[in-house]
């Protein structure tokens, strides 16, 4: 065998070795949410695994940063147990086009000042999300969005945060069981970088008292620096990212 040939031999298999070792470093297991050292994934680690992860202990709930009341207003706090947050976006995944969608459930926080007959005085606080609790279908995918794309090992982008700076649209009062929708803007920071963002809401006063909130909006990955990992068999991942969260709050 002739030394270039040998030369090439040595050339692929060192990048064969160094892809493989960056494969595993995005995807072995992330920190979990803080109280928890590590949440590795159910079942090992792998492309094919695709077992849902255990559920998270209630110590793990994000806290709210409390609203300031005024006269007439009720205190709501969002119910994290039974609060969602999703993003979807398409990709390319081995040459088949793939919908990746990403879900939270049960680690958001927030609260809400609300007077029903005035509701143009509402406020809302700082809603919070903890990254490192998305989950997709895939678990290695799911520890690279944690690792490499929201960079939740670092504590400082443990959470999404979004700071609402004004709501618009909202009718004067509230009717039980009757939707109602409104803008809420704000500030909206991901993985350290804050931008503003504009979510389209309604909202419906339920029978039981509680308030349930659907509210949407669509980011551009590059805004935020969420940059895709170079992997071979992801292609073309979608820059606009729409983004959902369904609450449900309660008067405390």
Known sequence: ?????????????????????????????????????????????????????????????????????????????????????????????????????????????????????????????????????????????NNMIRRAILKTEDDANEYITFSPTSLTGLPAKATTGTSFSFDIMGDLTIAGTTKPADFKASATFNADGTLSIHATTTVKRGDFNLIIPNIPFVANVQEDVLLNLDLNASAV
């Open 1 to 141: 065998m002739n030394k270039g040939l040998i030369a090439v031999i040595i050339a692929v298999a060192v990048v064969a070795v160094a892809g493989l070792g960056t494969y595993a470093y995005l995807t072995a297991p992330t920190k979990g949410p803080s109280t928890n050292q590590m949440t590795p994934p159910p079942g090992g680690p792998g492309m094919g695994n695709r077992q849902p992860p255990a559920p998270l202990a209630a110590a793990d709930q994000p806290t709210a940063d409390a609203v300031t009341l005024a006269d007439g207003q009720q205190r709501y706090q969002i119910n994290g147990a039974s609060s969602t947050a999703t993003f979807t976006l398409t990709e390319q995944l081995r040459g088949e086009p793939k919908t990746v969608v990403g879900t939270s459930t049960g680690m958001i926080a927030g609260e809400l000042a609300i007077d029903r007959n005035a509701l143009a005085s509402s406020t809302v606080g700082a809603i919070k999300l903890n990254a490192r609790t998305f989950v997709t279908d895939d678990n290695s995918r």
